[in-house]
């Protein structure tokens, strides 16, 4: 079996018996727009269904969608919507959009 790491993209093999159970983690996607990124990179993100905001994710500073994330929020040129994945706790932002 190959699986593949969703937020770092690192692959994994294991070799299991036919009739082995395997766990499969739990995976939410959400969308959300960004209303603000602070100095330490900490994104401030607006729930449109609920209107819930939050800014407890940080940007990873290696990442090339944060590179590009940044650029597109510093242009100014509309909203942005992110999407989230979470799963075992953890969360990352995967993908983000012009929206105007």
């Keep these: ?6 937020f770092t993209g690192r692959r994994y093999e294991d070799i299991r018996p036919t009739g082995h159970m395997i ?16 100095d330490e990179n900490y994104i401030t993100l607006l729930d449109e ?21 940044l650029d597109k929020f510093n242009q100014g040129n509309g ?6 994945l979470t799963a075992l706790g953890e969360e990352q932002i995967m993908a983000f959009k012009v929206i105007d």
């Design 49 to 69: 269904n609920t209107c819930n905001v939050r800014n407890d994710i940080k940007l990873k500073e290696d990442s090339d969608i944060t590179r590009q994330l």
């Design 23 to 38: 766990q499969v983690p739990n995976v939410r996607k959400k969308d959300y727009i960004i209303v603000n990124i602070d």
């Design 1 to 6: 079996m190959v699986g593949i790491d969703i």
């Design 79 to 84: 909203q942005i919507k992110v999407t989230v």
